[in-house]
């Protein structure tokens, strides 16, 4: 059985999460083994409602500020968002010549189009998210993340994103699914339909990212979605950001392109060219997001080793042995 197979029988951990709202605190189990938890105290929940797809939480705590939780997962803390949103954003726009049209599937918490619309080069963006209700308390509760519904730039959809793109076919530069985990319904954003339906949705020399799992705990996911996406793209690299309120501390970003000639190490736009105050980046210490494509390994104090972002076959396991004494 397929990773993603086994990931399809799974749904949010909601009720336990509510349950350790009784106790003051928020926990979330980030592994599908159910092994590893990431818990926050709540200091006050100020949403608690059900859409007609998922259970909706926003909560306050005193160290990562507001905090949105769908179906029992963490989606983004005030804290730390800008980490995940800057880096899946502008791995693939500033990987493209001339990005244009963008279109983001998912993404109701407004933090992707906010970043998206920054772009100089951009025209329009278009969000299709499927859960109004998310986009609703996104806005009442989390204005920071919200500023992108602002944006002249905007056409907004409510509709499956993944009905959406069969009947657009050719029309954007630039896709970014913004999906949650792989579980039921969500599962299908991981699997060969939708990424076909993705590839053809682009115009030519387009470019995808999505969520891509993260490489610690969800390595055989990553390897599973590598292998398939470099089944139907030409180029395919592996991005990752390091966010401290999702359970692993880091989330892949999975970006594909249809031109061999893209080299998301090296993008044709350098945050450089633009003043980071008028722009609002969080990463400002950074020329490109070029540096989120290599990572360390996992040896424990290994020091100064890292591996290539193609993380697949010999090099994934090489990376996950533990270190032997001399390397320690």
Same mark, same amino acid.
């Given at each position: 059985?397929?990773?993603?197979?086994?990931?399809?029988?799974?749904?949010?951990?909601?009720?336990?999460?509510?349950?350790?709202? /009784?106790?003051?605190?928020? *926990?979330?189990?980030?592994?599908?083994?159910?092994?590893?938890?990431?818990?926050?105290?709540?200091?006050?929940?100020?949403?608690?409602?059900?859409?007609?797809?998922?259970?909706?939480?926003?909560?306050?705590?005193?160290?990562?500020?507001?905090?949105?939780?769908?179906?029992?997962?963490?989606?983004?803390?005030?804290?730390?968002?800008?980490?995940?949103?800057?880096?899946?954003?502008?791995?693939?726009?500033?990987?493209?010549?001339?990005?244009?049209?963008?279109?983001?599937?998912?993404?109701?918490?407004?933090?992707?189009?906010?970043?998206?619309?920054?772009?100089?080069?951009?025209?329009?963006? !278009?969000?299709?998210?499927?859960?109004?209700?998310?986009?609703?308390?996104? /806005? /009442?509760?989390?204005?920071?993340?919200?500023?992108?519904?602002?944006?002249?730039?905007?056409?907004?959809?409510?509709?499956?994103?993944?009905?959406?793109?069969?009947?657009?076919?050719?029309?954007?530069?630039?896709?970014?699914?913004?999906?949650?985990?792989?579980?039921?319904?969500?599962?299908?954003?991981?699997?060969?339909?939708?990424?076909?339906?993705?590839?053809?949705?682009?115009?030519?020399?387009?470019?995808?990212?999505?969520?891509?799992?993260?490489?610690?705990?969800?390595?055989?996911?990553?390897?599973?979605?590598?292998?398939?996406?470099?089944?139907?793209?030409?180029?395919?690299?592996?991005?990752?950001?390091?966010?401290?309120?999702?359970? *692993?501390?880091?989330?892949?970003?999975?970006?594909?392109? !249809?031109?061999?000639?893209?080299?998301?190490?090296?993008?044709?736009?350098?945050?450089?060219? !633009?003043?980071?105050?008028?722009?609002?980046?969080?990463?400002?210490?950074?020329?490109?997001?070029?540096?989120?494509?290599?990572?360390?390994?996992?040896?424990?104090?290994?020091?100064?080793?890292?591996?290539?972002?193609?993380?697949?076959?010999?090099?994934?396991?090489?990376?996950?042995?533990?270190?032997?004494?001399?390397?320690?």
């Amino acid at each position: 059985m397929s990773i993603l197979a086994a990931y399809a029988g799974l749904k949010g951990d909601t009720e336990f999460g509510l349950d350790v709202f /009784k106790k003051g605190w928020f *926990a979330e189990t980030g592994t599908l083994t159910g092994d590893q938890a990431l818990a926050i105290k709540v200091d006050k929940i100020l949403y608690q409602g059900k859409s007609k797809y998922q259970d909706v939480i926003v909560f306050e705590s005193s160290a990562w500020g507001r905090v949105l939780i769908l179906d029992g997962d963490v989606q983004c803390t005030e804290l730390d968002e800008f980490s995940y949103q800057e880096m899946i954003t502008f791995l693939p726009i500033n990987s493209h010549p001339n990005p244009k049209k963008v279109l983001v599937i998912g993404g109701g918490d407004g933090g992707v189009i906010r970043e998206a619309s920054k772009h100089p080069l951009v025209e329009s963006v !278009t969000l299709c998210e499927l859960d109004e209700k998310v986009i609703e308390v996104t /806005k /009442k509760f989390l204005p920071s993340m919200a500023k992108g519904f602002d944006s002249p730039k905007l056409k907004l959809c409510i509709e499956d994103g993944a009905e959406y793109i069969k009947t657009h076919q050719g029309e954007f530069d630039v896709i970014i699914t913004d999906s949650p985990d792989p579980k039921a319904p969500a599962v299908c954003l991981f699997q060969r339909p939708y990424y076909e339906a993705l590839k053809n949705a682009l115009k030519p020399g387009g470019i995808i990212a999505s969520q891509g799992a993260s490489f610690w705990y969800d390595r055989n996911l990553v390897k599973e979605m590598l292998k398939l996406c470099r089944s139907l793209f030409p180029v395919v690299e592996y991005g990752a950001s390091y966010v401290p309120s999702f359970p *692993a501390g880091q989330i892949g970003h999975i970006c594909c392109s !249809t031109s061999k000639d893209t080299n998301f190490g090296n993008p044709f736009t350098s945050f450089g060219m !633009t003043p980071w105050e008028k722009m609002d980046f969080k990463f400002s210490p950074y020329d490109s997001p070029g540096f989120v494509l290599r990572f360390p390994t996992g040896g424990g104090r290994r020091k100064g080793k890292i591996i290539s972002n193609k993380m697949e076959g010999e090099n994934v396991e090489k990376a996950f042995k533990a270190p032997t004494a001399e390397q320690t």
